[in-house]
């Protein structure tokens, strides 16, 4: 079973507005992170972070971590068109070096 | 650096060929792994080496698929004989060190007849 889920499984937001995206995971972790992908393209790595920290930001993005929830969420603000792609979070498993994958969050940016 | 190298970017073939995929890594990444993207089952690992020893070959669906890593330059993926159900988007990723982020090749997209 998928360590990650993402919720919703698909967003549709107008060009500007701010754009929230959750995924929860099972078991614990070392780190949780975040990808892109453009249609038709392979996996871009956005942003990592570690199970002892809470919140990290990266220009117009911002995660948070919840480790006794087991959740985390990637917050996108002033959302543009070229944001349009689905976004994955994936967690270590096990503490092992491969990552878990959730089945990811489809975002459209309409103009 | 070009990134991580897959080849073909896409394969069409029938059922019941020998398919051959082939990656090639970021020079000094240490860790690669093969994942399959399908929209049913979305992205699954299939099979990940460190210093080109195979780790973890859980994810492999069946005796069908078979991987290599003969250097640290370069990996194939080989499923004999191909399904039509093997068809999907085949990904390699490497990365340097324990835990960092993977850097993902263009994919190879396999369509089998």
């Known amino acids: 079973s998928q360590q990650g889920e993402e919720d919703p499984q698909a967003l549709s937001i107008q060009e500007g507005e701010n754009a929230t995206m959750n995924c929860s995971y099972k078991?614990?972790?070392?780190?949780l992170q975040w990808y892109r992908q453009n249609s038709g393209r392979g996996l871009v790595h956005l942003i990592l972070?570690?199970?002892?920290?809470r919140e990290k930001h990266s220009g117009r993005l911002r995660v948070t971590l919840d480790t006794s929830k087991k959740s985390s969420s990637l917050l996108i603000t002033a959302s543009r068109a070229a944001d349009t792609a689905s976004y994955f979070c994936a967690t270590d498993f096990q503490g092992a070096q491969k990552l878990v994958f959730g089945q990811g969050t489809r975002l459209t940016i309409n103009p | 650096d070009a990134g991580v190298i897959q080849s073909p970017r896409h394969e069409v073939t029938e059922m019941g060929q020998e398919v051959t995929l082939r990656c090639k890594p970021i020079?000094?990444?240490?860790?690669l792994f093969w994942y399959r993207q399908t929209m049913m089952r979305g992205l699954e690992l299939l099979i990940y080496?460190?210093?080109?020893?195979?780790?973890?070959d859980s994810g492999m669906p069946e005796d069908r698929f078979s991987a290599k890593m003969p250097n640290a330059s370069f990996s194939t993926l080989k499923i004999q004989p191909s399904e039509p159900r093997d068809s999907a988007v085949y990904f390699c990723?490497?990365?340097?060190?324990?835990?960092?982020?993977?850097?993902f090749g263009p994919g190879t997209r396999l369509t089998v007849l």
């Open positions: 972070i570690r199970s002892n920290e």
């Open positions: 080496f460190n210093n080109n020893v195979p780790i973890d």
């Open positions: 020079s000094g990444h240490n860790s």
């Open positions: 990723a490497s990365f340097f060190g324990d835990f960092s982020e993977q850097f």
């Open positions: 078991t614990s972790i070392n780190n």
